[in-house]
T-cell receptor
């Protein structure tokens, strides 16, 4: 199906584990973004990418790593998960100014 | 840091009434966008207004932008039960046609439409 997908949709992990959240879009949009959504904070930008092999930090990048070897994929890795990284993570891609969001990944770090 | 702040945080109205939500922001922007989020779902783009525009319409949605006051409002007319959702304003400070900032979101207004 065309659009933007995220996997897994739900993930439970333990502190110190490495976790990778996947994001895939079928539109060939150049720009892709990762946000986290927390109660009391709204959505905050973690990282974004302007094209394959071009990434940049957002507002809250610490503890996260991204890569973009192909235009359609933009994985987000938590190198050593912490409880403060429990959140809902949204991937988005953009066509001009409008952003299109995936369904989100709910991550619980125990 | 939070750019947009929605007001009110929660709003409950009867079906058929109009719903108005406000958003204030702090710095100069290129555009302001409104998104809807249904419970447990991703965000859906509703409407975009550029910094040189004052008002925009899309179906039952009307958005205004006052750059001198750094504020925007979203009006949903003739509300329906399906409009129950959280609504977020998001600002974009930079867009050149070839490059774009990420969006800076407010905390949202939770709208409940009573049948």
């Amino acid at each position: 199906d065309a659009g933007i997908t995220q996997s897994p949709r739900y993930k439970i992990t333990e502190t110190g584990r490495q976790v990778t959240l996947m994001c895939h879009q079928t539109w060939s949009h150049s720009y892709m973004f990762w946000y986290r959504q927390d109660l009391g904070h709204g959505l905050r930008l973690i990282y974004y990418s302007a094209a394959a092999d071009i990434t940049d930090k957002g507002e809250v990048p610490d503890g996260y790593v991204v890569s973009r070897s192909k235009t359609e994929n933009f994985p987000l890795t938590l190198e050593s998960a912490t409880r403060s990284q429990t959140s809902v993570y949204f991937c988005a891609s953009s066509l001009q100014e409008t952003q299109y969001f995936g369904p989100g990944t709910r991550l619980l770090v125990l | 840091s939070q750019q947009g702040e929605e007001d009110p945080q929660a709003l409950s109205i009867q079906e058929g009434e109009n719903a108005t939500m406000n958003c204030s922001y702090k710095t100069s922007i290129n555009n302001l966008q409104w998104y809807r989020q249904n419970s447990g779902r991703g965000l859906v783009h509703l409407i975009l207004i550029r910094s040189n525009e004052r008002e925009k319409h899309s179906g039952r949605l009307r958005v205004t932008l006052d750059t001198s006051k750094k504020s925007s409002s979203l009006l949903i007319t003739a509300s329906r039960a399906a409009d129950t959702a959280s609504y977020f304003c998001a600002t974009q400070t930079f867009y050149s046609g070839g490059g774009a900032d990420g969006l800076t979101f407010g905390k949202g207004t939770h709208l409940i439409i009573q049948p």
